[in-house]
């Protein structure tokens, strides 16, 4: 499977961004061969749709999930739309993520859980 996850830095050692539409990098991973890819984040200082423009890149990287600490409104109706499933890891590096996905320990989200603008600096 095809996992994006949020990422403060480019490699599975960096820890999980909590924002999705904002996060640095979204590392690729596909967890059966565990080959990785960092890709930055076109929406990071974006101005404003950044939850949309983000999954709109989830979606032209191949991903079925996604692995990240918060969703907003806009961002979480993207996703569900692209029909890509999104998991909840609020701490933590992206190779522990990855490792918790494998063992079904991370939760799948429904929905939004911040509100929208979360995660302007």
């Not at 990287?61 to 499933?85: C, D, F, H, R, Y």
């Not at 890891?89 to 603008?117: F, N, P």
Request: glycine fraction near 14%.
């Amino acid at each position: 499977m095809k996992v994006v996850i949020t990422s403060q830095g480019s490699n599975l050692e960096d820890m999980v961004d909590p924002r999705f539409g904002r996060c640095a990098y979204f590392l690729v991973v596909d967890t059966d061969t565990d080959s990785v890819e960092a890709v930055p984040n076109p929406g990071a200082d974006a101005m404003g749709g950044a939850g949309p423009m983000a999954a709109q890149k989830v979606s032209d990287l191949g991903a079925e999930a996604v692995i990240t600490g918060n969703l907003g409104p806009n961002a979480a109706q993207s996703l569900a739309a692209l029909n890509v499933k999104i998991f909840r890891c609020q701490e933590g590096s992206g190779k522990e993520a990855v490792e918790a996905l494998k063992a079904g320990k991370l939760d799948e989200m429904g929905g939004a859980t911040v509100g929208q603008h979360f995660g302007i600096k």
